[in-house]
């Protein structure tokens, strides 16, 4: 199975930040990789697929990037909606497997 | 618009099946480009892929759960199903039922929570 590590596992941080979350998989998974935004109580909600694609209806402060084993999760300018769990998938190879995830919350 | 919605019991004693509903509207399970996905958060622990269906009734599971797994779908209901036998404490957690358009989950349903307890 492809292992993904997220780091950090959490961090504080301040409205208007920048915040960057990493994802290291255990082999090479090209750029088959979205993020995701999980908050308490909702269902998760993709952010970026296919390592740096924007998904639909979600602000331009997010980004991703990477391909390979190395993807970065960046978030220019910290929001109050943005305090949450965020999580790395990769779609890569069966099965498939998500990060730890990184908690981010208010400092 | 896509919408899913889990069903099922809340409440499974130790060593008996839960299982679980996943009913979809605004798109068809039969169609070629989507799977049709588990996803669980067990208890103060990170997401979990449980397994996934296509179409034609290929699945794909995990490799921790695979010998307890079961993913069905009906596509005259347009509903899609889970079963996990043997279940301990361990699986209590909030089970989601998701669409997956083959660069990950983009429709996901509102969750339900399953706890494992006598």
């Known amino acids: 199975d492809i292992q993904l590590t997220q780091s950090p596992v959490s961090l504080s941080a301040s409205i208007g930040d920048r915040v960057i979350i990493t994802c290291r998989a255990s082999q090479g998974i090209r750029n088959d990789l979205g993020w995701y935004q999980h908050k308490p109580g909702k269902a998760p909600r993709r952010l970026i697929y296919?390592?740096?694609n924007l998904q639909s209806g979600v602000p331009s402060r997010f980004a991703g990037s990477g391909s390979g084993t190395e993807f970065t999760l960046t978030i220019s300018s910290l929001q109050p909606e943005d305090f949450a769990t965020y999580y790395c998938?990769?779609?890569?190879?069966?099965?498939?497997?998500f990060g730890g995830g990184t908690k981010v919350d208010i400092k | 618009q896509v919408q899913l919605q889990e069903s099922g019991p809340g409440l499974v004693k130790p060593s008996q099946t839960l299982s679980l509903t996943c009913s979809v509207s605004?798109?068809?399970?039969?169609?070629?480009?989507?799977?049709w996905s588990w996803i669980r958060q067990p208890a103060g622990k990170g997401l979990e892929w449980i397994g996934r269906i296509y179409t034609t009734g290929d699945t794909k599971y995990s490799s921790s759960l695979k010998s307890r797994v079961t993913i069905s779908v009906d596509p005259l209901k347009n509903q899609f199903s889970l079963t996990l036998t043997s279940v301990t404490a361990a699986d209590t957690g909030v089970y989601y039922c998701?669409?997956?358009?083959?660069?990950?989950?983009?429709?996901w349903g509102q969750g339900i929570l399953v706890t494992v307890s006598s």
């Open positions: 998701a669409r997956d358009d083959k660069v990950g989950f983009d429709y």
């Open positions: 605004g798109v068809i399970t039969r169609s070629g480009s989507y799977y």
């Open positions: 998938l990769q779609h890569n190879s069966y099965p498939l497997t």
């Open positions: 296919a390592a740096s």
